[in-house]
């Protein structure tokens, strides 16, 4: 069975800073996705980025980018000069082909002015 | 191009009573989900369709969760009795089913009393 972990439970930074959240994972597959999405109170889960597993190269989205260690099963997400919008749960998530996802317990980010 | 919708958005109920949710996917999903999120957690999976067949209700509790997805289309999904650790909240998202993103609704928060 895959396991996501997310050891962070809150972080907290101030505007402007960079922050990184941990996660790691583990699976016996070779093929599969990797994902980080953001809960704002409001509940809506929005995706901020996606890893194909048979992708060297790490993904970025504008702010947003990851380390993807494959060999350690290790997928962090950086934020770079981080907005006061960013404060939201974030959650790491696995996936293997059309299934479902199975998510980490999630970091509560907290960006201070 | 339109969300997945939710509906309520709230509701409180007793226990051992009834409560249905419902969820309309974006128009040309296959694949339509349903997460149950409790406080302070990851979601994790209920059940998963792909047009209106069950692909996994493996985590679904089925003495008393139930879930159908009439035409392929919308879906409800039905808790009859409700208990005390019901309480939640219930996240409906909708992929195209081929290794897509998984969209989110807004999702609907449960209080059993």
């Known amino acids: 069975a895959q396991t996501v972990t997310q050891s962070q439970p809150e972080m907290s930074v101030q505007e402007a800073e960079t922050v990184t959240l941990s996660c790691t994972y583990d699976t016996s597959e070779n093929n599969y996705y990797l994902f980080w999405y953001k809960q704002p109170p409001s509940r809506q889960m929005i995706l901020v980025i996606r890893?194909?597993?048979?992708?060297?190269q790490n993904a970025t989205e504008n702010r947003f980018s990851v380390n993807f260690q494959k060999a350690a099963k290790s997928f962090s997400l950086k934020i770079s000069d981080s907005q006061l919008g960013d404060t939201a749960m974030y959650f790491c998530?696995?996936?293997?082909?059309?299934?479902?996802?199975?998510f980490g317990q999630g970091t509560r980010l907290t960006i201070n002015p | 191009e339109a969300g997945v919708a939710q509906s309520p958005r709230y509701k409180i109920i007793e226990k051992r009573q009834s409560v249905a949710f419902w969820c309309n996917p974006i128009?040309?999903?296959?694949?339509l989900y349903w997460y149950q999120q409790i406080l302070g957690q990851g979601p994790k999976l209920l059940i998963q369709?792909?047009?209106?067949?069950?692909?996994?209700d493996s985590q679904l509790p089925k003495d008393r969760f139930s879930a159908e997805r009439l035409k392929g289309v919308d879906s409800t999904l039905k808790i009859q009795p409700a208990k005390l650790e019901d309480s939640a909240v219930y996240l409906c998202?909708?992929?195209?089913?081929?290794?897509?993103?998984?969209?989110f609704g807004p999702g609907t928060r449960l209080t059993v009393l």
């Open positions: 998530a696995f996936m293997v082909g059309a299934q479902k996802l199975v």
């Open positions: 998202a909708s992929s195209t089913g081929t290794q897509g993103e998984q969209f």
């Open positions: 369709f792909q047009n209106n067949g069950v692909v996994d």
């Open positions: 890893q194909e597993a048979y992708k060297q």
């Open positions: 128009s040309g999903h296959a694949t």
